[in-house]
């Protein structure tokens, strides 16, 4: 089985420049980036079967990876009054 990585510059790659200008410059954003590497990161060490954990587990850390890309989204609205795919993007990361 290929497990895929989901960073955000890979899900979102319409805000890869952004996403890189907040890492730099907005500490709130940055930590959120920081935890949202390290649940990823905790997810694919689980699907790799390198860790193991109940299926429930694994469950609650992909809920709490798309609740952070959420709040990504949400974060860039509220810092760009620009952001036009708001709607769409949402939908997509629901769809992951």
Known sequence: MIIER????KELPEFKEKIHELKMNDRHFARLL??????DHEVI?????VENTSDE???SLK?????????????YKVHHKS???IRSSL??????
């Open 45 to 49: 060490r689980i699907e790799e079967g």
């Open 34 to 39: 920081d935890d949202y590497h390290n649940l």
């Open 57 to 59: 587990y694994l469950e």
């Open 6 to 9: 989901h960073s955000l510059a």
């Open 91 to 96: 939908l997509l990361l629901y769809k992951s």
């Open 63 to 75: 809920k709490q990876r798309l609740h952070l890309k959420t709040n990504f989204i949400l974060s």
């Open 83 to 85: 952001f036009h795919n």
